[in-house]
């Protein structure tokens, strides 16, 4: 009796690998190659699927993603130094061209590889090093639309292209840090000196200033000095006729030389050296005084303007 299930039970079994294998599900952002007899047949999308047992064939799946490779280049700049650029060139296959993408390239990857290798050691060798640094951007453009002119036929469209990193040899990183360094030097050394030129011009104005200032005041002292020898000399004329112009001036002399000995003794932080003297002498000092200042000069033009002049003999 079970001998009689078994050749029934065999049938299933085929028929059941039969379905398994004739079922074809492709996962989303996939497509499917389908090959029949070794040739090409369709491209099968995402979702579910019916192949032919033994005569289809999953050839490749293919995916839809967006890729990166990341490629390493070694040139030269313009001005003969050596530098590795590490460029990510992002890439993906297109919907419409996923037969093209699959049949016109063994590797695709070691073939946009080599556009970038192309590409970049045309562009970089236009440029000096500094230049590098600062077009980084467009040379990453050129690059782009360089290998998508290129890649577009096998059916893969680049969607970026990036710079990621520019390392020149340590020798010359090192002479551009010191090059950098002695330019912010140059700078501090400027702005220092700058500094120090508008502190000196403040300073000098500020001296000029308090010397303008002080001039002023002493003009303003000389001239009270002045006016008080005049009123004291009016006050004593008032009061005592008899009292000559040298005699008034010899006792306002003298109560000066008294006040000033006074304001020395009374400082004791102060440094004078009093030489030995007499007040005695300040007859010789008064007519030294009179005759060179203003008030010897008046007293004078009003002795020969025929005014009395009282003698002390």
Sequence with gaps: MLQNYLPLAFVVLIVLVLIVKAVLIVTEQTAVVVERLGKFNRIASSGFGIIIPFIDRKASIINLRVQQLDVEVETKTLDNVFVNLQVSVQYQVQRDKVREAYYSLDNPRNQIASYVFDD?????PRLELDDVFARKED?????????????DEYGYRIIKALITDIDPDHKVKDAMNRINAAKRDKEAAFEEGEAKKIKIIKEAEAEAESKRLSGEGVARQRMEIVRGFKESVEDFKKSLDTVTHEEIMQFVLMTQYFDTIKDIG???KNSSILMPHSPGGMKDFQNQIINGTFVGNELANMDRGGSPQKSNE
Excluded: D
């Design 120 to 124: 970049v050691r045309s562009e970089v």
């Design 266 to 268: 009374s400082n004791s």
């Design 139 to 151: 040379i990453a453009i050129a690059v782009q639309q360089n290998i998508q002119a290129s890649m």
